[in-house]
């Protein structure tokens, strides 16, 4: 037992369990558009980990435009992604479009 009554095991597992959580849950992705299907209904995404492949689909919010046939190659995207059928599934996207001043957001890279 700890000193307050809680058994060492229990704070651990609690611990685990958390952690385990955030993995499973949502991530976040910034980069650049190298590529955009849409009857794939998905777009490819460089960042500093290399390329990913997003699923878009129609519960994709988007907080800069309406819908994927406004997104161009080389815009700047930050998206909140969630792990699906073994691949990433959009939950939002915000895009930034390429050639315009991006005053709305600042990222970890400074862009």
Request: with cysteine.
């Given at each position: 037992?700890?000193?307050?009554?809680?058994?060492?095991?229990?704070?651990?597992?609690?611990?685990?369990?958390?952690?385990?959580?955030?993995?499973?849950?949502?991530?976040?992705?910034?980069?650049?558009?190298?590529?955009?299907?849409?009857?794939?209904?998905?777009?490819?995404?460089?960042?500093?980990?290399?390329?990913?492949?997003?699923?878009?689909?129609?519960?994709?919010?988007?907080?800069?435009?309406?819908g994927l046939?406004?997104?161009?190659?080389?815009?700047?995207?930050?998206?909140?992604?969630?792990?699906?059928?073994?691949?990433?599934?959009?939950?939002?996207?915000?895009?930034?479009p390429a050639?315009?001043?991006?005053?709305?957001w600042i990222?970890?890279?400074?862009?």
């Amino acid at each position: 037992m700890s000193g307050r009554g809680r058994p060492t095991w229990l704070v651990g597992a609690g611990c685990a369990l958390l952690l385990a959580g955030c993995a499973a849950g949502s991530s976040r992705l910034a980069g650049t558009v190298t590529a955009i299907s849409l009857q794939g209904q998905s777009l490819t995404v460089r960042a500093a980990g290399g390329e990913t492949v997003v699923r878009v689909d129609e519960s994709t919010h988007f907080w800069s435009g309406s819908g994927l046939d406004q997104i161009q190659t080389g815009d700047r995207v930050s998206l909140h992604l969630e792990r699906q059928d073994g691949g990433f599934r959009a939950r939002s996207i915000e895009v930034f479009p390429a050639g315009r001043p991006r005053t709305r957001w600042i990222g970890p890279g400074g862009y």
